[in-house]
């Protein structure tokens, strides 16, 4: 066997395991939108109108918050397991919920940057450099994702090939493309943070819930990264053998 068709079996082998996490990565959503009674694009529809309008906003301001917590953060506080960013996501969600909206959207960029440093951590695991201006981009680009509350079958991998975007822009322009589709699906967590009764339980399941996919997301996102870059191979032909895999699956 030569050292490129072992390159392939290796491929093959990684490609079939990060199928596996993108698959896993929305099952806990699936159990939190059972909890609450309800489906994804309604949760929406339970938030006032002035919230709505002010979410996308919200969302863009929590995510420069969360960079520069992020980065001044790294030379203080190491990285954590990914079982101890979901844990304490989970009791900020309970306390987020607990209060109603005006807590939840307290807890808004809480939580995104503890998600941030957490896609960061998993980043340094695959061997780059957080610092480095090009992976603070690719770590934004893991918001990009779906979102837990969503059916995604493997569809939705436009983040993992953002590449070729990510060419020339800064980091605010990033949180400018982001913000939009981010800002769907923190709405979603708000609404499900304030079911009526629930509360402070729906909370820490819905953080639980957004702290275990976006870790699988990243984990998606880097494993790819760093095959590209191990394997020689181009980034999109490796997105496309993931959607091919995950067909099959």
């Not at 450099?129 to 893991?142: A, H």
């Not at 070729?164 to 990033?174: F, I, K, P």
Request: with cysteine; charged share 20%; proline share 4%.
């Amino acid at each position: 066997m030569t050292g490129t068709e072992l390159v392939a079996v290796d491929t093959s082998k990684e490609i079939a395991a990060l199928a596996r996490r993108y698959r896993s990565a929305g099952g806990v959503g699936l159990q939190v939108l059972n909890i609450i009674g309800g489906q994804a694009e309604n949760l929406l529809e339970r938030l006032p109108d002035k919230v709505k309008d002010r979410l996308e906003t919200a969302t863009e301001r929590a995510l420069e918050t969360a960079m520069r917590a992020a980065a001044g953060s790294r030379g203080v506080v190491p990285d954590q397991k990914s079982w101890l960013n979901t844990a304490l996501t989970t009791a900020m969600g309970a306390a987020g919920g607990a209060g109603g909206l005006p807590t939840a959207l307290a807890e808004l960029p809480v939580t995104t940057t503890v998600l941030l440093r957490a896609i960061q951590g998993i980043a340094a695991e695959h061997g780059f450099d957080p610092n480095d201006p090009e992976i603070r981009r690719e770590c934004l680009v893991v918001f990009g994702a779906a979102g837990p509350l969503e059916h995604d079958d493997g569809a939705d991998m436009g983040f993992l090939s953002a590449r070729v975007t990510l060419t020339g822009t800064t980091v605010h322009g990033l949180i400018r493309s982001v913000s939009p589709k981010l800002a769907a699906v923190m709405g979603q967590k708000l609404a499900a943070q304030t079911v009526p009764v629930l509360g402070a339980a729906a909370g820490a399941a819905t953080n639980f819930a957004y702290t275990s996919y976006y870790q699988q997301m990243a984990f998606v996102h880097f494993g790819l990264l760093k095959l590209a870059r191990d394997s020689g191979q181009e980034r999109a032909a490796l997105v496309d053998a993931l959607r091919a895999e995950m067909r099959r699956g």
